[in-house]
């Protein structure tokens, strides 16, 4: 007679901070509900589910309906409500008080809707580090769920020996640890019912290494049943997966038996003691790999695969997770920026501005705009403003409204070198002198708003596959499944429009704002636009010197380089001298450069500023436009080259706010977007990340002579009505 096996079944429900309502209700329809319906056709088939918080807050507001029948399925015994970090944080990378914070949050909120504590919790993106034992024992967690690529890390056998589950231990605290096993991850719902049901079987007969019945367990992502794209009908309609799925555990339980991972710990002893490595799944670490090493781990673990090495296979694994912040220094500094935040909104005394700071500052800590993969949202420019806004935000409440003008030269985003960080009203700004002196942040504080908040155009590992795609006319495009033309998974690439190739372009230096360029002679706007193109100076991503100076309601910052331009042939001396004034209360701020030619000749050159703006939906005029010289021109993603600006407006619609730019001296200006082509789930597509200008002047300058001039920005509300 086959012995029991055990099964248990986790569905882990996440719409990240800052989601689209219209997503959200995609995924209800699509995912959410068709589980629940299902569950209550089926009363013996017994499964885990967890909710993030950030899809909690939207369910509540929105489908309270769907909550009542999740607390009457959890009532009856079939379903268990697991806790985890609130707004799905990555807990390796936050203060200890915020992991053990965000935990005991949601594990209120699963009590308070569901009348149930949480007894295990959803690990977001199953990112492990070792000393996540303490905190999470300390949240009044039993239990944690964990990939079996973990385990196979300190020599276990996911074969054989991840039936069950094990413990762990920091510092004398102690969590229980459950492997999902990566067959059932990808068999179900992609392996058919008939075959899973076999290995099933397969497993309840073989040997258990452990004193307790066998259990296998799945977590896995609920957005697959259903809101994946291809999924819904292969799942809920004519396909009918689940619904098989169901009635195949039914036929079979005398020996599978579904059961909650709750239930289960408390009927069965512990398979062992266990240490786990820092670790992620693999398609993680090999996400969080430079471009080149990703390819290269991807083309070794195929030729394993296809060589059937699987004692090798078992080792491989790319880089930690940790890697994103130094992969995209635009994550490293959100997280730096959160961890600035966290220290002053702890400082806090206790009470409600506290507790809401607290809750801004935790939406801000949501994992999803600090990484990229397939789902990863670094790239998603409303995931980035949300953190953003809700780090302005809590850090006004912790400051209040009309803080004092404060400047600090402190080793910011943790690279050994000092930046710059300004902090008042209405703005909040950040220099890195070692980095061209260049501007990566600018907090509009009254709109919640960073207008630096652009992304740099970097390769990507995948973009390979699109460039070889394009070569060998393998593209699939919207059109042509429009024209009925069959998509072939193995042979055909998705791409969310016909030439999407001519966008992989890459930044030499990171993006920003007041970067001093010297451009040779040659180079125009599509040039400059590709990022290739000649750059006669070595300034725009070079060190410069700094010096801060305060006033009672005045703060000067002066950054400057002591470089050299190439003149022909000629290598001349040149310094370049930016000089920023921000007043308390006024809503804008002068930069004064101070160009002065060091050689003994003269020369001609053309010095460009480069400056940046980043308001989303830039990439529709519905929703944002380009003001030259007063007059109502282009949208902000469009490549435009304007003669004699004397000042120019970024306008966002959407948030009612115009960045206005003025300068001293006409130039010539060059505007385009930044735009990057990024891996979804539905095939690879093109984003907007902001749009650049740069001011251009030809300047002369006789042996010692200097060229000055100022450039203002500022910030006003825009009325739409008066357009």
């Not at 009918?240 to 239930?263: G, V």
């Not at 310094?575 to 160009?595: L, M, N, P, Q, S």
């Amino acid at each position: 007679m086959t012995a029991p096996l055990y099964l248990a079944l986790v569905i882990h429900n996440h719409q990240p901070v800052g989601q689209f309502d219209f997503v959200n209700e995609h995924a209800v329809h699509t995912a959410y509900e068709p589980l629940l319906d299902l569950l209550e056709r089926h009363p013996s088939v017994a499964c885990a589910i967890h909710f993030t918080g950030s899809l909690l807050d939207y369910l509540i507001a929105h489908q309270c309906p769907l909550l009542e029948r999740v607390r009457a399925l959890v009532a009856r015994g079939q379903l268990e409500v697991l806790s985890g970090g609130y707004y799905e944080p990555l807990l390796a990378t936050l203060p200890d008080a915020d992991k053990i914070g965000q935990i005991r949050k949601l594990s209120a909120a699963v009590e308070d809707l569901f009348g149930m504590r949480p007894r295990g919790m959803w690990l977001a993106e199953r990112v492990w580090e070792p000393h996540l034992v303490r905190p999470i024992a300390q949240a009044g967690i039993d239990y944690v769920i964990i990939d079996d690529t973990h385990f196979e890390a300190v020599g276990f056998d996911r074969e054989r020996e991840l039936f069950g589950y094990f413990v762990s231990e920091e510092q004398g605290d102690t969590v229980r640890v459950f492997p999902t096993l990566s067959y059932l991850r990808y068999a179900i719902p992609w392996d058919s019912v008939p075959n899973l049901i076999a290995w099933c079987r397969q497993q309840a007969e073989a040997p258990q290494s452990g004193p307790a019945p066998k259990l296998a367990l799945m977590g896995d992502d609920g957005e697959k049943f259903g809101v994946w794209p291809g999924t819904y009908d292969y799942i809920w309609g004519s396909g009918q997966y689940m619904e098989t799925l169901c009635a195949a555990l039914e036929a079979n339980a005398d020996w599978l038996k579904t059961i909650r991972p709750m239930d289960y710990l408390d009927r069965f002893p512990a398979l062992g003691r266990v240490y786990l490595p820092t670790a992620s799944y693999f398609e993680m670490g090999q996400w969080a790999l430079p471009p080149g090493r990703f390819r290269e781990l991807k083309a070794i673990k195929a030729e394993l695969e296809a060589a059937g090495r699987a004692d090798v296979l078992r080792y491989l694994r790319g880089s930690v997770w940790r890697n994103f912040l130094v992969k995209y220094d635009e994550a490293n500094q959100m997280h730096k920026r959160m961890l600035m935040v966290a220290e002053k909104v702890h400082a806090m005394p206790d009470g409600p501005a506290k507790e809401r700071a607290l809750d801004l500052l935790w939406q801000a800590q949501a994992n999803d705009a600090y990484w990229h993969g397939l789902f990863g949202g670094v790239y998603l420019f409303n995931f980035r403003i949300a953190n953003y806004a809700n780090l302005i935000e809590a850090e006004a409440l912790a400051e209040g409204d009309a803080p004092p003008l404060t400047v600090r030269r402190f080793d910011f985003d943790k690279d050994c070198a000092d930046e710059i960080v300004l902090t008042s009203a209405p703005f909040n700004a950040l220099w890195k002198p070692d980095a061209g002196g260049m501007m990566t942040e600018l907090d509009f504080r009254p709109g919640r708003y960073n207008l630096l908040n652009v992304m740099t155009r970097r390769e990507e590992g995948y973009h390979d596959e699109i460039r070889q795609a394009a070569a060998q006319g393998r593209q699939y495009t919207p059109e042509m499944a429009a024209q009925g033309v069959p998509y072939n998974e193995r042979e055909m690439v998705r791409v969310k429009e016909a030439g999407i190739e001519r966008y992989l372009l890459y930044d030499w230096h990171r993006r920003g704002a007041f970067i001093d360029h010297f451009l040779r002679e040659d180079v125009d706007l599509p040039a400059f636009y590709r990022a290739f193109y000649g750059e006669q100076g070595d300034f725009a991503n070079q060190p410069y010197q700094a010096e801060v100076q305060t006033a009672a309601a005045e703060v000067t910052v002066a950054l400057w380089r002591d470089g050299h331009v190439w003149v022909g042939a000629d290598h001349r001396p040149m310094r370049v001298e930016k000089r920023f004034a921000f007043r308390a209360g006024d809503d804008r701020f002068t930069c004064t450069y101070t160009v002065t030619n060091q050689a003994d000749a003269p020369v001609t050159v053309r010095f460009a500023i480069e400056t940046s703006c980043a308001f989303d939906g830039g990439q529709d005029p519905r929703y944002a436009l380009q003001i030259v010289n007063g007059t109502p021109a282009d949208g902000l993603a469009d490549l435009r080259e304007y003669d004699q600006v004397t000042s120019h407006a970024a306008v966002s619609r959407l948030r009612g706010l115009a960045l206005i730019t003025t300068v001293e001296h006409p130039c010539t200006l060059w505007t385009f977007p930044l735009e990057t082509v990024t891996l979804s789930e539905a095939g690879y597509e093109r984003g907007y990340q902001g749009t650049v200008y740069l001011h251009i002047w030809d300047v002369h300058l006789a042996a010692g002579q200097s060229w000055r001039g100022w450039l203002t920005q500022q910030v006003r509300p825009y009325n739409t009505q008066a357009e």
